[in-house]
């Protein structure tokens, strides 16, 4: 076997193997956007929570929090953080105002966005909003995060 | 140094250490931050840190990508560069680009950041490694037009070999997928699919195919072996890496909302993605017990040695311990995934940069390879910062562990912050072994200006 | 069992026999499964080839390798292991901490091993080698 698994033989491995599995992944693409919205929450996907989805981006909030498990891991998961906090948007709003400006002493902080009312709404209705996905098996495991 | 165009490669790699040293100093502020979480804030909040520490991370090694790929294929070809000049410009291009971006982040709010480049034009900012400005995603593109250009006329008018084809295949690949990161819809289960459509099909996807050609290039100069047996190693090796990764894009859609089949198509298919980093050990390994010569560049040949093994115990090792449904169920998006994002960036991307620096410099600068002294401050250096990252790794892990069991898998559950607190002796061993990591850093800057009895010139 | 995939034939320097070396390079496999995808197997095979071997030839010298790599893994990651558990406490986080940290590392390190051992068998040479190369 050795001496007939030629250079050819790998080469086309290659190319049969990369070229056939990048198909596959295509075709998987499309029935998994074909059948998002079975989970995605797009019924409650309003202007506000685009506007919020503008706000966490422009804001960077995914360089501290996760979002469904991906972001960095300095700060709560967000992506259930409406039921942790009672289904609430105002309790939402109330802990993002109330960030201290100066931060707390040898404490990890979220900085003080002075965000207004506005601004504040479409931003819970944004958490509400990714909180309402239908993730498998309910991830994340507990209210924790 | 055959061709006189591969010099413009020294530009590109001096730039890529200099930007890894900023990665680094940000890598300590973030560890220092892990510990005492009011440290420079507001000043330096820690997504600003992190942004910094991945976004040079991602610069330094596209520099090194392109210096990699400027002073190999000419050789290969065996003809000069198309334009040497168009390297040079981009170089400065994407330097200075780069440079504003930074600075951009360290100077202003994020939130002005996002206003001053008029993100509202084109979204796309705010999104894991993708923070950079439109406008800089713009520029990414046409230097990376322009390089592949450049690359592609200097390919495709010389001798084609399977390492420049393959390469050439891995760095338009890198540029196609990037186009990605123009696509943010409203939709958050879209924007995260197709979200991985850039960052796994990067470092999962292409960037593997130039890792693999370069660490054969590498292979071939300083082993002597035979051209064909390594080319049929190399084709092996990233059929592997693609028949595995494609798919194993969704072990990234188990919990973001997407169909459920993707908890085993995931799942089998990224239990596969190890394989490729072991042939790369078993080919590292293979060739260099077979070599026809003994190159008298021993760091060089330390340091391919080096990433195949770590980038087989990162990417492949690591990656496979939380890369099955069940277990990622309990250990997405914790300390887990931090521990194996670092030591599979170290070892497969890092090094295999520093392979290739490690291999041309010394030619650049007129010798065969760097004097002796020089190469054992180049191999302390190696082990200081491998050993230094495989500690970071195993801290982070052992946080991670704690971090599931107390906050995900516990009966009762303790919150985030709780949690955190309780892993803070983790945080602080991560941050002594990563002051070791600065340190080899030092060592390995220093190794450049050693004096020494200089080996044969070239 | 096909141990020596990409070997080359032209560049045997020791063994002038086949088929030792065959059985070395299928020996160090079986060592290598062992310890990943055939654990119990991979060593099966090797207790099995043992009495084929030549006593002085490098099959025999790969066999006893393979055997003696998997029983130190063997002790080194289950019975440790086993006595983290043991000694930690079966619903202690930090026992977990300990055992799947450890287990991940240390294993690997064999793998790694096994896997020099490995080409080093292909090239039908022993770990270390008395001669050099020019």
């Given at each position: 076997?050795?001496e007939?698994?030629?250079k050819?033989?790998?080469?086309?491995i290659y190319?049969g193997?990369?070229v056939?599995?990048?198909?596959?992944l295509?075709?998987?693409t499309?029935?998994?956007?074909?059948?998002?919205?079975k989970t995605?929450?797009?019924?409650n996907?309003?202007?506000q929570?685009?506007?919020?989805?503008?706000?966490?981006?422009?804001?960077?909030?995914?360089g501290?929090h996760?979002?469904?498990?991906?972001?960095?891991y300095?700060?709560?998961?967000?992506?259930?953080?409406?039921?942790?906090?009672g289904?609430?948007t105002?309790?939402?709003?109330?802990?993002?105002?109330?960030?201290?400006k100066n931060g707390?002493p040898?404490r990890?902080?979220?900085?003080?966005?002075?965000?207004t009312d506005?601004e504040l709404?479409?931003?819970?209705?944004f958490?509400k909003?990714s909180d309402?996905?239908?993730t498998?098996r309910d991830?994340?495991?507990?209210?924790q995060? | 140094m055959?061709?006189?165009s591969?010099?413009?490669?020294?530009?590109?790699f001096?730039a890529?250490?200099g930007?890894?040293?900023?990665?680094?100093?940000?890598?300590v502020?973030?560890?220092?931050?892990?510990i005492?979480?009011?440290?420079?804030?507001?000043e330096?909040?820690?997504?600003?840190?992190?942004m910094?520490?991945t976004?040079?991370?991602?610069?330094?090694?596209l520099?090194g990508?392109m210096?990699?790929?400027?002073?190999l294929?000419?050789?290969?070809?065996e003809r000069e560069?198309?334009?040497?000049?168009?390297a040079?410009?981009?170089?400065?291009v994407f330097?200075v680009?780069?440079?504003l971006?930074?600075?951009?982040?360290l100077l202003?709010p994020?939130a002005t950041?996002?206003?001053?480049t008029?993100?509202d034009l084109?979204?796309?900012?705010?999104?894991?490694f993708?923070e950079q400005?439109t406008i800089?995603?713009?520029?990414?593109?046409?230097?990376?037009?322009s390089f592949l250009?450049?690359?592609?006329?200097?390919i495709?008018t010389?001798?084609?070999?399977?390492?420049?084809?393959?390469l050439?295949?891995?760095?338009a690949g890198?540029a196609?997928?990037?186009?990605f990161?123009?696509?943010?819809p409203?939709?958050?289960?879209l924007d995260?699919?197709?979200?991985?459509?850039?960052v796994?099909?990067w470092v999962?996807g292409?960037w593997e195919?130039?890792?693999a050609?370069?660490l054969?290039?590498?292979?071939i100069?300083v082993?002597?072996v035979?051209r064909?047996?390594?080319?049929?190693?190399?084709y092996?090796i990233?059929?592997m890496?693609?028949?595995?990764g494609?798919v194993?894009t969704?072990?990234?859609?188990?919990?973001?909302g997407?169909?459920?089949?993707?908890q085993?198509?995931?799942?089998i298919?990224?239990?596969?993605?190890?394989?490729?980093?072991?042939?790369?050990t078993?080919f590292?390994f293979?060739?260099?017990?077979?070599?026809r010569?003994?190159?008298?560049n021993?760091a060089?040949v330390l340091w391919a040695?080096?990433t195949?093994?770590?980038?087989?115990?990162?990417a492949?090792?690591?990656?496979f311990?939380?890369?099955?449904?069940?277990?990622?169920?309990?250990t997405?998006g914790t300390?887990?995934?931090?521990?194996?994002?670092?030591?599979?960036f170290?070892?497969?991307?890092v090094m295999?940069?520093?392979?290739?620096?490690?291999?041309s410099?010394?030619?650049?600068?007129?010798?065969k390879?760097?004097?002796?002294?020089?190469?054992?401050?180049e191999m302390?250096?190696?082990?200081?910062m491998t050993?230094?990252?495989?500690f970071?790794?195993?801290?982070?892990?052992?946080?991670?562990?704690?971090?599931?069991?107390?906050?995900?898998?516990?009966?009762a559950p303790?919150?985030?912050?709780?949690?955190?607190?309780?892993l803070?002796?983790?945080y602080?061993m991560r941050?002594?072994?990563?002051?070791?990591f600065?340190?080899?850093?030092?060592?390995y800057i220093?190794?450049?200006?050693?004096?020494?009895?200089?080996?044969e010139?070239? | 069992?096909e141990g020596?995939?990409f070997?080359?034939?032209?560049?045997l320097?020791?063994?002038?026999?086949?088929?030792p070396l065959?059985?070395?390079s299928?020996?160090?496999?079986?060592s290598l499964?062992?310890?990943t995808l055939l654990?119990?197997?991979?060593?099966?095979?090797?207790?099995f080839?043992f009495k084929?071997?030549d006593?002085d030839g490098?099959?025999?010298?790969?066999t006893?390798?393979g055997?003696?790599?998997?029983?130190?893994?063997?002790t080194?990651l289950l019975v440790v292991?086993?006595?983290m558990i043991?000694f930690g406490?079966f619903?202690?986080?930090?026992?977990?901490?300990y055992?799947i940290s450890?287990?991940?590392i240390?294993h690997t390190?064999?793998?790694?091993?096994?896997?020099?051992?490995l080409?080093?068998?292909w090239?039908g040479?022993?770990?270390?080698s008395?001669?050099?190369k020019t």
């Open positions: 076997m050795r007939t698994f030629t050819g033989m790998a080469r086309n190319y193997g990369g056939f599995f990048f198909l596959v295509i075709g998987l499309v029935d998994t956007v074909v059948s998002l919205p995605d929450n797009s019924e996907l309003t202007e929570v685009a506007a919020g989805k503008r706000l966490w981006e422009r804001n960077d909030c995914i501290c996760t979002l469904l498990g991906e972001g960095a300095f700060a709560p998961e967000l992506g259930n953080v409406y039921t942790r906090f289904e609430s105002e309790a939402i709003k109330g802990f993002i105002k109330s960030r201290p707390i040898n990890r902080s979220m900085p003080q966005f002075n965000f506005e709404e479409a931003l819970a209705q958490l909003y309402g996905i239908k498998a991830w994340p495991p507990n209210i995060g | 055959k061709y006189e591969q010099g413009v490669a020294k530009l590109y001096i890529a250490i930007l890894f040293v900023g990665q680094i100093l940000f890598g502020i973030m560890g220092v931050q892990y005492s979480g009011d440290f420079l804030f507001p330096i909040p820690f997504n600003v840190a992190r910094v520490h976004n040079l991370l991602i610069v330094w090694l520099f990508f210096g990699s790929a400027y002073y294929v000419p050789e290969e070809s560069l198309f334009s040497p000049f168009l040079k410009l981009m170089f400065w330097l680009a780069g440079a971006t930074i600075l951009g982040y202003v994020y950041l996002a206003e001053i008029m993100n084109l979204p796309t900012m705010g999104r894991e993708l400005p800089t995603k713009i520029g990414i593109v046409i230097v990376a037009l250009f450049n690359i592609g006329m200097t495709l010389g001798r084609k070999t399977v390492i420049t084809l393959v050439l295949t891995g760095l890198l196609v997928f990037f186009l990161s123009f696509y943010n409203d939709n958050l289960i995260k699919y197709f979200w991985w459509f850039v796994h099909l999962e292409v195919l130039i890792m050609s370069l054969a290039y590498v292979l100069k082993t002597g035979d064909e047996v390594i080319e049929k190693w190399l092996i990233i059929a890496a693609l028949i595995s494609l194993g969704g072990h990234h859609f188990f919990w973001i997407t169909p459920d089949y993707w085993w198509l995931g799942s298919f990224s239990a596969l993605e190890p394989i490729p980093f072991f042939m790369m078993l590292a293979n060739v260099v017990n077979k070599r010569r003994d190159h008298p021993k060089a040695l080096g195949a093994v770590m980038a087989f115990l990162g492949g090792v690591w990656g311990l939380h890369t099955l449904a069940p277990v990622n169920y309990y997405h300390q887990i995934t931090a521990a194996h994002g670092h030591m599979a170290y070892g497969a991307y295999v940069v520093l392979t290739m620096i490690s291999y410099m010394p030619i650049m600068r007129g010798h390879a760097s004097n002796e002294r020089a190469q054992v401050f302390w250096s190696f082990w200081l050993v230094s990252m495989v970071i790794t195993l801290f982070l892990t052992g946080a991670g562990i704690l971090q599931v069991y107390l906050q995900r898998y516990s009966e303790l919150g985030f912050m709780v949690t955190q607190d309780k803070a002796i983790f602080i941050e002594v072994a990563g002051l070791v600065l340190a080899g850093l030092i060592v220093l190794s450049f200006f050693v004096k020494g009895k200089e080996v010139v070239i | 069992m020596g995939f070997y080359r034939q032209k560049n320097m020791r063994s002038t026999n086949k088929i065959q059985r070395a299928n020996a160090a496999l079986a499964l062992n310890l654990p119990v197997l991979g060593f099966a095979y090797l207790i080839t084929k071997t006593p490098i099959d025999r010298y790969h006893i390798l055997i003696k790599i998997n029983i130190i893994a063997a080194v292991s086993g006595l043991f406490g619903d202690s986080p930090w026992t977990w901490v055992v450890y287990f991940t240390v390190v064999f793998i790694v091993f096994a896997i020099w051992a080409v080093r068998a090239s040479e022993k770990l270390r008395s001669f050099t």
